[in-house]
């Protein structure tokens, strides 16, 4: 059995797609927004609410959902203890 070298196997490539639209994709074209969005950067986007981004924000929103979280719970057994009292 000869040994074939992998140099002289021939290479086959997967066909182009043709088109380069999915099928039923819509074909409305806007150029008013191709054009926006074809424009360069007008610059860095800025804080909107003006706070500095001090890393706390996962902190932040772990202790509000712990106090919503507890205060849900504290009802929901207030509102069992009265409903099981009678």
């Not at 039923?24 to 610059?43: A, E, F, Q």
């Amino acid at each position: 059995m000869a040994k074939t070298s992998v140099v002289d196997t021939p290479i086959i490539l997967p066909e182009p797609a043709v088109g380069g639209r999915w099928p039923g994709r819509v074909r409305y074209k806007s150029p008013t927004l191709i054009g926006r969005l074809r424009l360069p950067p007008s610059g860095p986007v800025d804080n909107m609410d003006g706070d500095e981004n001090d890393g706390l924000g996962p902190a932040r929103g772990f202790i509000f959902g712990a106090l919503i979280g507890s205060s849900m719970w504290g009802a929901i057994g207030s509102i069992v203890c009265l409903l099981l009292d009678r």
